[in-house]
């Protein structure tokens, strides 16, 4: 085993390191700074095959570079300038459990992070189409609901295209939600509905999730296209 190799196992055990917006591991607090060649390995860590729209299981990093800004979609959602500067900022971690529960019933549940360690707040699914009421951490009262679905039934062309192979095969995830007429935040009115699958970025594939607004306020869709790198299992 060479050097590089002991360096990288000795890696695998882990305390959180967070730094230039990415999270990186490493086993105990006496171990010196990773290598350039770890740090470099794990940066460029693709998702597997494994990890498709049936099996979400694992942790995912925003990048920001390949995705679109978010500030205008968040201002028609009624989020003040000074929270979206600091989602401008910080990178956002996806913790993913993906599962069946003992009902037979698909569910996804998403913890979400913040650069720094703050909490983003949790992001739950279940995918049976029927409508649900909540309070999210960050946009108040909400109504959503989330199916998985064959491409062939969205009718938003804009979120139909750019999909992988596996992805066409088994199915999108396909969540809608809006914010409850009878407790609206500033008075805004808004409808978002978001894919999540997997697209080639850069040559690797990446989860990804398209997302359309429409809002009373602007005339015509926000369209935001988000890409998150795989980081490792959860």
């Known amino acids: 085993m060479t050097a590089s190799e002991v360096t990288l196992c000795q890696w695998k055990r882990t305390r959180k390191y967070v730094t230039t917006g990415r999270v990186f591991y490493a086993q105990t607090s006496h171990l010196p700074w990773p290598s350039l060649l770890v740090r470099t390995l794990l940066a460029k860590m693709v998702t597997p095959p494994s990890i498709t ?3 979400f299981n694992g942790v995912f990093v925003s990048d920001k570079q390949s995705s679109d800004s978010t500030d205008e979609l ?9 929270k979206r500067r600091a989602v401008s900022i910080c990178n956002l971690t996806l913790s993913i459990k993906h599962y069946t529960d003992d009902d037979g019933v698909e569910r996804i549940d998403v913890d979400q992070k913040l650069s720094g360690g703050f909490s983003g707040g949790s992001d739950n699914h279940i995918l049976d189409w029927q409508e649900r009421r909540c309070n999210d951490d960050v946009f108040g009262p909400l109504i959503y609901k989330t199916r998985r679905v064959s491409l062939e039934l969205i009718e ?5 295209t750019g999909w992988t192979e596996d992805a066409l095969a088994d199915g999108v995830i396909h969540s809608v939600a809006w914010n409850d007429p009878e407790d609206r935040n500033g008075n ?25 607004l429409t809002s009373d306020k602007k005339d015509g869709p ?9 980081s490792g299992e959860n």
Do not use: A, C
């Not at 968040?74 to 000074?82: A, C, E, F, S, T």
């Not at 938003?156 to 139909?160: A, Q």
């Open 53 to 55: 729209t049936k099996n």
């Open 74 to 82: 968040l201002r028609l959602q009624g989020m003040p300038w000074y």
């Open 156 to 160: 938003d062309e804009s979120l139909k």
């Open 188 to 212: 805004y009115t808004w409808k978002v509905e978001q894919i999540w699958g997997f697209q080639l970025v850069n040559g690797e594939r990446q989860h990804v999730r398209l997302t359309s």
């Open 222 to 230: 926000v369209r935001v296209r988000l890409v998150y790198k795989y």
